[in-house]
């Protein structure tokens, strides 16, 4: 997506500071990196140091670095032998959004916080994962 800041384009007006779904994105720290697949946002953490959920005894790959919500629902902690880690993401600058078939992800110093149209989502960080 091309970023447009503030000009109408066939009657609608783009905002800076709100990314729409494409290819995903990365925290301005490098080690939050996002991206859509279908109606879900999966993002993935390079380094964590809190305490990571207990791991499914049918989970015999990665698990504890990655994390998805859909636009209905509640969050899931994934067991992903993949990552979204792209380097050549955009970067998301802290105090913008992104938004994509009802998630919105806010990009914070504290963090990524991705919230669906029930409420429900996950805040994560290097120090603390929050599934709400």
């Given at each position: 997506?091309?970023?447009?800041?503030?000009?109408?384009?066939?009657?609608?007006?783009?905002?800076?500071?709100?990314?729409?779904?494409?290819d995903?994105?990365?925290?301005?720290s490098g080690?939050i990196?996002c991206?859509?697949?279908?109606d879900?946002?999966?993002?993935?953490?390079?380094?964590?140091?809190?305490?990571?959920?207990?791991?499914?005894?049918?989970?015999?790959?990665?698990?504890?670095?990655?994390?998805?919500?859909g636009?209905?629902?509640?969050?899931?902690?994934l067991?992903?032998?993949?990552?979204?880690?792209?380097?050549?993401?955009?970067?998301?600058?802290?105090?913008?959004?992104?938004?994509?078939?009802?998630v919105?992800?806010?990009?914070?110093?504290?963090?990524?916080?991705?919230?669906?149209?029930?409420?429900?989502?996950?805040?994560i960080?290097?120090t603390?994962?929050?599934?709400?």
């Amino acid at each position: 997506m091309r970023w447009l800041a503030s000009i109408p384009v066939f009657g609608l007006l783009l905002l800076p500071g709100v990314a729409h779904a494409q290819d995903g994105f990365q925290s301005p720290s490098g080690n939050i990196f996002c991206e859509a697949d279908g109606d879900t946002i999966r993002c993935d953490l390079v380094n964590s140091s809190f305490a990571k959920p207990p791991r499914p005894r049918d989970c015999d790959t990665d698990w504890g670095h990655a994390y998805s919500v859909g636009p209905r629902g509640a969050s899931s902690v994934l067991c992903a032998g993949d990552t979204m880690v792209n380097r050549g993401a955009r970067v998301l600058r802290y105090g913008a959004r992104w938004d994509s078939k009802g998630v919105t992800c806010f990009s914070e110093q504290t963090g990524m916080r991705c919230i669906n149209m029930d409420g429900r989502g996950f805040e994560i960080s290097r120090t603390r994962l929050n599934r709400f």
